[in-house]
């Protein structure tokens, strides 16, 4: 089974801070993504790559980064947090491009006060 | 810009039932679909995906028509365990990612 694992489940942080969420997986997969979850606007896709020091925006990705320089991590960087950042962010990774499903890891959930 | 639409729901209805679900694409160079359930407070997870001719998994099936657009989700007999969010979601061709539904929420009660 593929395993996605995110380093934390919980974290609490301050506005202004730079902050790091990992995700890493164990199945050799190309590709992986970051997304962030909100009630009533779904799952939405902040940035993925598809290889290694590759990296394309998503959907919102203002206010954050990304870096992979291992093909089995993929780090999500909020350069300074505020408090719309705060939300469920799932990391998700699949084999192939846009037609292999995506797994995900089991989400961190950020809040920023 | 590549849309996927679902009814939010909730669809609230007893065990035993039959429940459907339905999801409408915009863009018809589709190529993939997939269901995905999502349990409260849990990542999601593959359910099934959806091939052209349909597809049955114990009691779901699912269907698509490539016509008019729109991907379908049946549950038969349903279980208190299927209560959860079923989130229909589309690919494209090349590295494009996938486009997520905001999800159908189903309530199974006793």
């Known amino acids: 089974d593929v395993k996605v694992t995110q380093s934390s489940r919980y974290l609490v942080k301050r506005t202004g801070e730079k902050v790091f969420l990992e995700c890493v997986q164990d199945m050799d997969h190309e590709n992986m993504f970051w997304y962030r979850q909100d009630p009533g606007l779904g799952l939405r896709l902040i940035y993925f790559s598809y290889d290694v020091k590759m990296k394309e925006k998503g959907d919102i990705p203002e206010g954050y980064s990304v870096s992979r320089e291992k093909k089995e991590r993929f780090s999500l960087i909020l350069e300074s947090a505020s408090t719309n950042q705060t939300s469920m962010y799932l990391c998700a990774s699949s084999l192939y491009g846009g037609n292999s499903p995506l797994h995900f890891g089991n989400g961190t959930r950020l809040t920023v006060t | ?96 990612p996938l486009v997520f539904g905001k999800g159908t929420r189903l309530s199974v009660i006793a």
């Open chain 2, 1 to 96: 810009r590549k849309e996927v639409e679902q009814d939010p729901g909730p669809f609230n209805v007893p065990e035993g039932a039959t429940v459907a679900f339905n999801c409408t694409y915009s863009n018809s160079a589709s190529q993939s679909f997939f269901w995905y359930r999502q349990d409260c407070r849990k990542e999601p997870k593959l359910l099934m995906s959806v091939y052209s001719s349909g597809n049955e998994d114990g009691r779901f099936t699912a269907q698509l028509n490539r016509a008019s657009q729109y991907i379908s989700l049946l549950i038969r007999d349903s279980k208190l365990s299927d209560s959860a969010t079923y989130l229909c979601v589309v690919t494209y061709s090349g590295n494009t």
